[in-house]
């Protein structure tokens, strides 16, 4: 068997994770610069706070903005992990040689990037989360 079956695929899979990884990472750092601009001319310009909120608020209505993504990450990579194990399972109960090896170390592979993909969705929704306002002491 040609191992260019297998590897292109493979290759293919994690251009499209990396390139969804990257655009989610991109959209969340432009949004997080612009507001903390926004909020650092808000602080040396106090008077300007309400077009500042209203501006806000605009941003947060763009369709490209913070809206959610299609795509979870949490969710994708807890499914990709249970899809780990059951290879896993499969693979270590089956004994029929090259394909049950296959099916074990692709179990091992998921589960890795299963649990990695995870904790980015973890990290992605815990950077893209709504500030919760600041109380003002007086």
Not at 40 to 55: C, F, G, H, I, T
Not at 76 to 92: E, H, N, Q, Y
Not at 118 to 131: E, H, K, N, Y
């Amino acid at each position: 068997m040609n191992p260019l079956f297998i590897i292109a695929p493979l290759l293919l899979a994690i251009v499209a994770v990396l390139y969804g990884v990257f655009r989610t990472f991109g959209r969340v750092w432009l949004d997080h610069r612009i507001r903390l601009t926004i909020l650092e001319k808000a602080e040396r310009n106090p008077q300007v706070m309400d077009s500042m909120n209203e501006l806000l608020d605009v941003l947060s209505e763009l369709p490209g903005g913070s809206g959610k993504s299609r795509q979870d990450y949490t969710v994708t990579g807890v499914v990709l992990a249970l899809l780990g194990l059951a290879g896993i399972l499969l693979g270590r109960f089956m004994h029929v040689g090259q394909f049950a090896v296959g099916v074990y170390v692709g179990g091992y592979v998921c589960v890795g990037l299963g649990i990695a993909l995870a904790f980015l969705g973890v990290f992605v929704r815990w950077i893209s989360r709504t500030p919760t306002p600041a109380v003002r002491r007086q």
